[in-house]
């Protein structure tokens, strides 16, 4: 009997864990996605068009938004899904040609329709980083701690 119990309860906690949705509602789509941004950075003060594509719901509608680093929205577009049958769920935009004013990330936020919003970021001026690891290697196996 404790075995019955114990394993009627552990299903019902698994059925529960899996949050279906209720009555009436529907299962969320596939959120948006920003996969590329090109080119993915400017200098500043050159006029340049900033073209993003993702991925969405099939079907899917939604807007593109760039802002500068304080937050101030400066230019938006709109993007849907690109494919003959309006069914792959891929996308692309090209937002307003901007002029990057100020050093640092812009960042473009890509909203849909079901209140899903994915983010990417735009670098003014280019930027080249350079990594050095410490130590340059190591050995295969064990674990190291880089810096």
């Known amino acids: 009997m404790r075995r019955l119990l114990l394993a009627l309860v552990t299903v019902g906690l698994a059925v529960a864990s899996l949050a279906l949705p209720a009555a009436g509602q529907s299962?969320?789509?596939?959120?948006?996605?920003?996969?590329?941004?090109?080119?993915?950075?400017?200098?500043?003060?050159?006029?340049?068009?900033?073209?993003?594509?993702?991925?969405?719901?099939?079907?899917?509608?939604?807007?593109?938004?760039?802002?500068?680093?304080?937050?101030?929205?400066?230019?938006?577009?709109?993007?849907?899904?690109?494919?003959?049958?309006?069914?792959?769920?891929?996308?692309?935009?090209?937002?307003p040609t901007i002029t990057p004013t100020v050093n640092g990330y812009y960042t473009i936020t890509a909203t849909d329709g079901f209140g899903n919003s994915h983010r990417a970021q735009f670098s003014a001026p280019c930027r080249k980083p350079r990594v050095v690891l410490d130590p340059g290697c190591s050995v295969a196996g064990r674990p190291t701690t880089l810096t």
Do not use: M, Y
């Open 27 to 95: 299962v969320p789509p596939n959120p948006v996605r920003i996969t590329t941004v090109s080119p993915p950075c400017a200098p500043l003060n050159q006029r340049v068009e900033v073209t993003v594509a993702g991925t969405s719901a099939p079907g899917a509608r939604g807007s593109l938004v760039i802002a500068e680093p304080s937050g101030t929205a400066i230019t938006k577009t709109t993007w849907s899904d690109l494919s003959d049958d309006n069914q792959d769920g891929r996308w692309s935009a090209a937002l």
